[in-house]
């Protein structure tokens, strides 16, 4: 097992990261799906007791990631923002000061549902921001998981998650990568995210996420 698995998709190789996001060498792009920053501090103006700190674990990952992998430009797959309370000046002064250390490098939005409701960033944030599809190479980068007529669409939105069963009444719930003929989806890289099971099926190849690695779905 490793913290990035490679495989080929539409002629293309990517490398599927461990730590929830997707890596394209020849573009050298990482694609981020479902990152919802600000959500925890949308979640507090409702009175929820939820965790503080998300933010912060976000950025530091993509952070670890950008200086791990040689990016020239990061997409996010959608769902940047959770909601309009998430434009907060503690998450936006955050935001700057990440975008501020990663000036060089291009940043991209494709407008997910929860992007249409939230507004776009900040234009200070120097991020583009688009509609579905992009259009890259092979791929049609997507937020929704919509069939494209002549790309392969990759696409965040649904959280996917795969359930272990062991002995007994023992289970594992981990994030996974699914893996198509005609559309692939990431899983949910924001750290304060739910998640929706899949089931295997045999359109898929299922790739697992957890400690640090990934790794394929045994098929029995």
């Known amino acids: 097992?490793?913290?990035?698995?490679?495989?080929?998709?539409a002629g293309s190789e990517?490398?599927?990261?461990?730590?929830?996001?997707i890596y394209w060498p020849e573009q050298r792009a990482l694609l981020i799906a479902d990152i919802h920053f600000g959500k925890a501090a949308a979640y507090r103006r409702l009175g929820q007791p939820v965790p503080h700190g998300t933010t912060e674990n976000n950025l530091r990952r993509l952070d670890a990631l950008?200086?791990?992998y040689a990016c020239r430009q990061l997409?996010?797959?959608?769902?940047?923002?959770?909601?309009p309370e998430s434009q907060m000046p503690a998450t936006l002064a955050r935001l700057?000061?990440?975008?501020?250390r990663q000036a060089q490098l291009a940043v991209t939005l494709i407008r997910g549902n929860h992007d249409r409701r939230a507004g776009d960033p900040p234009a200070a944030l120097a991020i583009t921001v688009i509609d579905e599809p992009l259009l890259q190479g092979p791929f049609a980068l997507q937020h929704e998981?919509?069939?494209?007529?002549?790309?392969?669409?990759?696409?965040?939105?649904?959280?996917?998650?795969f359930r272990l069963q062991g002995r007994g009444r023992q289970s594992l719930r981990l994030p996974c990568f699914c893996i198509?003929?005609?559309?692939?989806?990431?899983?949910?890289?924001?750290?304060?995210?739910?998640?929706?099971?899949?089931?295997?099926?045999?359109?898929?190849r299922i790739y697992l996420v957890g400690d640090g690695n990934v790794?394929?779905?045994?098929?029995?």
Do not use: C, N, Q
């Open 1 to 9: 097992m490793s913290d990035y698995l490679p495989i080929e998709l």
């Open 14 to 21: 990517l490398w599927l990261l461990a730590d929830k996001a």
């Open 66 to 68: 950008l200086a791990r």
């Open 75 to 83: 997409i996010f797959l959608g769902d940047f923002l959770h909601a």
């Open 96 to 100: 700057a000061e990440w975008r501020a």
């Open 145 to 161: 998981p919509a069939p494209h007529p002549t790309h392969h669409v990759i696409a965040g939105h649904l959280h996917p998650a």
């Open 180 to 204: 198509g003929e005609r559309l692939s989806l990431l899983p949910a890289f924001g750290s304060f995210t739910g998640a929706m099971d899949i089931a295997t099926e045999d359109r898929w």
């Open 215 to 220: 790794w394929p779905l045994a098929r029995g």
